[in-house]
Structure formats: structure tokens, C-alpha cells
């Protein structure tokens, strides 16, 4: 899937997905599926794909959850609007366990940088959730660098 140029993507996106749900929510798939689905920007079939693929992202286990949904709230960055990522950082925000997870601020940061491609800074400012998943950067140095490059 990673290897796929984007035009084959495109113009295979239904199949792509038919073909990598048929494993039983395997996250690497799932991910690989999700950084394919990026290559291309945006696509017609959009609310198909994330319909087939967000019940089986739903049925992940946190830290693997949070593995594959970076790619996918691109995916919908670039394909829908702010109410859509907002509800998909809910959806994170409300299955995030309790504990700590050294890697989460990386992973958040690595989310932040997907949406921040594809809108406004401003926009992901006046997001409501966006206070909730900057808090759980606990590490200084990423949320300094999240902030400067939100400023920039």
C-alpha cells in the first residue's frame, strides 16, 4: 500500500479498502491504508472510505488506535471540514486510557502537523478541542516547538 503511486490510489480506492478490510483490524494495515489514502489528496469517494474504515479504527485498543489515526485525520483534513476532525479528536480524546505514554506527545505532535498541512492555524486555534489534545503534551520541548510553529 505505501508503495502505491497516488494515482493508482485514486483511481483504485475501493478496492484498496474492500482489499485491507478483509483482515480483521489489523492496525498496520489499517495504517498503511490510511498513508495511501493521503497520496492522493482529495477523492470523490471519501465519506465511502471512512465510513468502511472508522468502525474498524473504532475497534482498536488505545495505544494502536493512536498509531493509526494520524494518517486518518489527514485523510479527513483534506477531504472534509473542521466539524469532522473535531469530532474524530473527540472520538481520541474520550478512548484515551489513563497512564502514561512516554511516545504521546510525539504522536500528538505527529497529529498537529498532519492537520496543520491542510488548514489554518487560526482554525486550529479556535478548534474546541484543540486545548484537550495540546494538554496532553507532556513533554516541554514538543508543546514549545507545537506552539512556535502554530505562531509561525
Not at 491504508?33 to 474504515?53: C, H, S, Y
Not at 492537520?115 to 520541548?141: G, H, R, Y
Request: charged share 25%.
Amino acid at each position: 500500500l505505501r508503495a502505491l503511486p497516488s494515482d493508482m490510489v485514486k483511481e483504485n480506492t475501493s478496492v484498496l479498502v474492500q482489499a485491507a478490510l478483509e483482515h480483521e483490524a489489523d492496525h498496520s494495515i489499517l495504517h498503511a491504508l490510511g498513508e495511501a489514502m493521503v497520496k492522493p489528496g482529495k477523492i470523490q469517494n471519501a465519506k465511502d472510505v471512512l465510513k468502511q474504515v472508522w468502525p474498524k479504527l473504532e475497534q482498536l485498543q488505545f495505544p494502536l488506535f493512536i498509531d493509526c489515526v494520524p494518517p486518518w485525520l489527514e485523510f479527513v483534513s483534506i477531504n472534509f471540514g473542521i466539524r469532522e476532525i473535531t469530532k474524530i479528536i473527540q472520538f481520541l480524546l474520550n478512548k484515551k486510557e489513563d497512564g502514561h505514554d512516554e511516545d504521546l506527545s510525539k504522536r500528538i505532535e505527529n497529529i498537529l502537523a498532519r492537520i496543520m498541512k491542510w488548514i489554518s492555524n487560526q482554525d486550529l486555534l479556535e478548534m474546541p478541542v484543540f486545548s484537550s489534545l495540546a494538554s496532553l503534551i507532556s513533554d516541554d520541548t514538543v508543546k514549545l516547538g507545537v506552539y512556535t510553529r502554530i505562531l509561525e
